[in-house]
């Protein structure tokens, strides 16, 4: 068995959460506003309003809300509280660019934004987040990271967050990869040590290759 969530944009919450009685995945959000209160945020979806449709979980801080929006590590804390208020799971993005791959640097910058994250919100509230690794310069390029990559990031994450929280509640915690996974390369991400699942962008977009993806991991699991 795997869990399988849909993020989608907001407008379309309503139209999907009133068919997913027996639907075998669950709706999240793309985002959410910082802000917990209610306020004058016009155009602002907070995390009371994604509550009413039924979302389980939430992107907070994806390297686009980042790159484009000025989106702080102190920003992604707020709305992952925000979130964990609402009763919604927080995924949080974290993920390096080239130029820290290129000096050596990937590891230490990831391990910075997940102790920036961990300062705002708390030792409590950053046990009920789950974490999604995303190189940058993999985001839509076709590019994936190389296999050994993926499990010394997801390897050392696992050790930050275990010198955070302890080694039990980190092993509780779901890190996902994501950065151009499709249906050829996801059996050989999801088989490295500490990748708990995968987060899927360009692939999801259609139906024939999400499609594929999902039954190459459905045959595995059997």
Not at 115 to 131: H, M, P, R, T, V
Request: glycine share 10%.
């Amino acid at each position: 068995n795997f869990f399988c969530g849909i993020a989608m944009p907001a407008i379309y919450l309503f139209q999907y959460s009133s068919r997913l009685d027996n639907a075998p995945f669950c709706i999240g959000a793309q985002n959410v506003a910082q802000w917990q209160e209610s306020g004058a945020f016009t155009g602002e979806i907070n995390a009371e309003m994604l509550a009413e449709f039924d979302c389980k979980f939430s992107i907070v801080g994806h390297s686009e809300r980042r790159k484009y929006f000025g989106e702080t590590d102190e920003i992604v804390a707020r709305k992952a509280s925000s979130l964990l208020a609402s009763g919604i799971i927080p995924l949080v993005c974290v993920g390096e660019g080239q130029r820290e791959r290129e000096n050596g640097s990937a590891i230490r910058y990831v391990k910075n934004q997940i102790e920036d994250i961990a300062s705002y919100l708390g030792s409590e509230q950053i046990q009920k987040c789950n974490f999604a690794y995303e190189p940058i310069w993999a985001i839509g390029t076709g590019e994936v990271a190389k296999e050994s990559d993926i499990a010394e990031m997801h390897g050392a994450v696992r050790a930050l967050l275990a010198e955070l929280m302890g080694e039990g509640s980190a092993q509780n915690i779901s890190l996902l990869y994501g950065g151009s996974v499709n249906a050829e390369n996801v059996l050989s991400i999801v088989d490295q040590d500490n990748v708990d699942g995968i987060l899927v962008g360009g692939a999801s977009v259609s139906m024939e290759t999400f499609g594929k993806l999902l039954e190459n991991l459905a045959v595995r699991r059997q």
